[in-house]
Nanobody, 115 residues
């Protein structure tokens, strides 16, 4: 079993920044993938960004150039740095760990972008 704990969600004004953290109870190995997803009210959950154990990354078009995903091996933690936030970024953000095909989800953290 793997535990994921997200943190860092908050209320922020448009144009502001936040950094989300996802602390995992297991190491991220080369073939593993950790992704940040988000779900806004009335919408489907969508991929925001993902990073592999070999540090390959991919981003949703809507966040490219504004969000950066990274990881700290020593802390088994994945970060999502979010800059230039927009109201449409408002959602619950979830961390997902794909460990050899088995998926683990965190409990989510709320991000609200509003003036």
């Amino acid at each position: 079993q793997v535990q994921l704990v997200e943190s860092g969600g908050d209320l922020v004004q448009p144009g502001g920044s936040l950094r989300l953290s996802c602390a995992l109870s297991r190491s991220i190995l080369r073939s593993n993938v950790v992704g940040w997803y988000r779900q806004a009210p009335g919408k489907e959950r969508e991929l925001v960004a993902a990073i592999t154990g070999s540090d390959s990354t991919n981003y949703a078009d809507s966040v490219k150039g504004r969000f950066t995903i990274s990881r700290d091996n020593a802390k088994n933690t994945v970060y999502l740095q979010m800059n230039s936030l927009k109201p449409e970024d408002t959602a619950v953000y979830y961390c997902r760990f794909d460990r050899y095909g088995t998926l683990y989800w965190g409990q989510g953290t709320q991000v609200t972008v509003s003036s």
